[in-house]
Protein backbone atom coordinates (compact mmCIF):
# COMPACT_ATOMS: atom_id res chain seq x y z
CA UNK A 1 0.00 0.00 0.00
CA UNK A 2 1.55 3.07 -0.96
CA UNK A 3 1.00 6.84 -0.28
CA UNK A 4 0.19 9.50 -3.11
CA UNK A 5 1.13 13.20 -2.98
CA UNK A 6 -0.43 15.46 -6.04
CA UNK A 7 -2.31 18.26 -6.70
CA UNK A 8 -5.41 15.81 -6.69
CA UNK A 9 -5.04 14.63 -2.86
CA UNK A 10 -6.46 16.70 -0.09
CA UNK A 11 -5.04 16.67 3.06
CA UNK A 12 -6.74 13.89 5.49
CA UNK A 13 -9.29 15.98 7.93
CA UNK A 14 -10.85 14.96 11.42
CA UNK A 15 -13.87 13.97 12.08
CA UNK A 16 -15.55 13.81 15.27
CA UNK A 17 -18.03 11.13 16.23
CA UNK A 18 -22.13 12.45 17.95
CA UNK A 19 -21.51 10.59 21.27
CA UNK A 20 -24.20 11.07 23.81
CA UNK A 21 -22.09 13.60 25.96
CA UNK A 22 -22.34 15.62 22.62
CA UNK A 23 -25.67 15.24 22.03
CA UNK A 24 -26.32 16.97 25.01
CA UNK A 25 -25.05 20.05 23.91
CA UNK A 26 -27.45 21.58 21.72
CA UNK A 27 -27.06 25.34 21.03
CA UNK A 28 -29.66 27.47 22.76
CA UNK A 29 -31.45 28.85 19.89
CA UNK A 30 -32.55 24.88 18.86
CA UNK A 31 -33.64 24.70 21.98
CA UNK A 32 -35.65 27.99 22.31
CA UNK A 33 -37.14 26.83 18.35
CA UNK A 34 -37.95 23.82 19.69
CA UNK A 35 -40.02 25.17 22.42
CA UNK A 36 -41.49 27.82 20.38
CA UNK A 37 -42.54 25.14 18.06
CA UNK A 38 -44.26 22.77 20.37
CA UNK A 39 -45.88 26.16 22.15
CA UNK A 40 -47.03 26.57 18.37
CA UNK A 41 -48.70 23.17 18.05
CA UNK A 42 -50.56 23.22 21.28
CA UNK A 43 -52.07 26.82 20.70
CA UNK A 44 -52.67 26.47 16.79
CA UNK A 45 -54.19 23.03 17.12
CA UNK A 46 -56.32 22.15 19.98
CA UNK A 47 -58.32 19.54 17.87
CA UNK A 48 -55.10 17.47 18.31
CA UNK A 49 -56.49 17.36 22.45
CA UNK A 50 -59.73 16.63 21.45
CA UNK A 51 -59.54 13.97 18.79
CA UNK A 52 -58.32 11.46 21.19
CA UNK A 53 -61.87 11.45 23.50
CA UNK A 54 -64.07 10.31 20.84
CA UNK A 55 -66.32 8.07 22.43
CA UNK A 56 -70.13 9.70 24.11
CA UNK A 57 -71.77 8.96 27.15
CA UNK A 58 -75.79 9.27 27.84
CA UNK A 59 -77.69 9.33 31.01
CA UNK A 60 -80.76 10.99 32.98
CA UNK A 61 -81.43 13.86 34.54
CA UNK A 62 -83.85 13.55 37.57
CA UNK A 63 -85.76 16.31 37.53
CA UNK A 64 -88.69 16.43 39.86
CA UNK A 65 -91.63 19.05 40.73
CA UNK A 66 -93.55 19.19 44.15
CA UNK A 67 -97.30 20.35 43.95
CA UNK A 68 -98.45 21.09 47.56
CA UNK A 69 -102.24 21.17 47.73
CA UNK A 70 -104.62 23.80 49.22
CA UNK A 71 -104.07 24.43 52.88
CA UNK A 72 -107.03 22.21 54.72
CA UNK A 73 -108.25 23.55 57.87
CA UNK A 74 -108.05 27.15 57.26
CA UNK A 75 -110.36 29.54 58.80
CA UNK A 76 -110.38 33.25 58.31
CA UNK A 77 -113.09 35.68 59.81
CA UNK A 78 -113.72 38.19 56.78
CA UNK A 79 -116.62 41.04 57.32
CA UNK A 80 -117.12 44.50 55.92
CA UNK A 81 -120.46 46.08 58.07
CA UNK A 82 -122.09 49.07 57.10
CA UNK A 83 -120.08 52.08 56.85
CA UNK A 84 -117.57 49.44 54.34
CA UNK A 85 -114.91 49.05 57.38
CA UNK A 86 -113.37 45.99 56.15
CA UNK A 87 -111.36 43.16 58.07
CA UNK A 88 -110.11 39.90 57.10
CA UNK A 89 -108.28 37.86 59.57
CA UNK A 90 -106.65 34.48 59.04
CA UNK A 91 -107.88 32.46 62.23
CA UNK A 92 -105.74 29.01 61.08
CA UNK A 93 -103.66 28.86 58.64
CA UNK A 94 -104.03 25.04 58.53
CA UNK A 95 -102.20 22.39 57.22
CA UNK A 96 -100.28 21.80 53.61
CA UNK A 97 -97.73 18.51 53.75
CA UNK A 98 -94.30 19.48 53.36
CA UNK A 99 -95.19 22.97 53.87
CA UNK A 100 -92.40 25.39 56.31
CA UNK A 101 -94.09 28.84 56.22
CA UNK A 102 -97.53 30.33 55.13
CA UNK A 103 -98.15 33.18 52.78
CA UNK A 104 -101.43 35.89 53.48
CA UNK A 105 -102.58 37.78 50.57
CA UNK A 106 -105.06 40.57 49.84
CA UNK A 107 -106.29 41.96 46.54
CA UNK A 108 -108.37 45.23 46.57
CA UNK A 109 -111.34 45.48 43.82
CA UNK A 110 -109.18 46.70 41.24
CA UNK A 111 -106.76 43.77 41.10
CA UNK A 112 -103.67 45.38 43.12
CA UNK A 113 -102.29 43.18 46.28
CA UNK A 114 -102.04 45.46 49.40
CA UNK A 115 -99.66 44.99 52.08
CA UNK A 116 -100.42 42.88 54.86
CA UNK A 117 -99.25 42.98 58.58
CA UNK A 118 -99.28 39.33 59.69
CA UNK A 119 -102.13 37.60 59.62
CA UNK A 120 -104.66 39.97 59.54
CA UNK A 121 -105.57 43.41 57.09
CA UNK A 122 -108.51 46.06 58.12
CA UNK A 123 -109.17 49.11 56.06
CA UNK A 124 -111.42 51.75 56.70
CA UNK A 125 -113.33 52.82 54.82
CA UNK A 126 -112.91 50.53 52.03
CA UNK A 127 -113.08 50.40 48.50
CA UNK A 128 -116.47 49.39 47.21
CA UNK A 129 -116.65 46.32 45.21
CA UNK A 130 -115.04 42.29 45.92
CA UNK A 131 -111.70 41.90 47.96
CA UNK A 132 -110.07 38.85 47.60
CA UNK A 133 -107.79 37.06 50.15
CA UNK A 134 -105.66 33.42 49.81
CA UNK A 135 -103.29 31.69 52.10
CA UNK A 136 -100.75 29.58 50.44
CA UNK A 137 -98.29 26.89 51.80
CA UNK A 138 -94.77 27.63 51.13
CA UNK A 139 -91.94 24.94 50.99
CA UNK A 140 -88.37 26.92 51.43
CA UNK A 141 -85.30 25.29 50.00
CA UNK A 142 -83.03 28.21 50.10
CA UNK A 143 -83.51 31.88 50.33
CA UNK A 144 -83.82 32.49 46.59
CA UNK A 145 -85.66 28.57 45.77
CA UNK A 146 -89.30 29.10 47.61
CA UNK A 147 -92.47 26.46 46.38
CA UNK A 148 -95.69 28.16 46.77
CA UNK A 149 -98.94 25.72 46.71
CA UNK A 150 -102.40 26.46 46.11
CA UNK A 151 -103.74 28.94 47.30
CA UNK A 152 -106.98 28.84 49.95
CA UNK A 153 -109.24 31.69 48.55
CA UNK A 154 -112.00 33.67 50.05
CA UNK A 155 -113.80 36.74 48.96
CA UNK A 156 -115.39 39.48 50.92
CA UNK A 157 -117.93 41.96 49.51
CA UNK A 158 -117.99 45.94 50.26
Given at each position: ?68 PAPTGASVV ?56 QIHGLYT ?18
Open positions: MEWTTGPDRKPPTLRRSRSTADAGRTPASGRVAAVLAAAAVLVLAPGIAQAAFTGTATGSTSVGTMSMAVCPSGRKLSITVVSYGYVPRATGYDFTVTDPSGNNVPTSGASYSQHPAAAGTWTYVSASNVWIGQPFTGTVVC
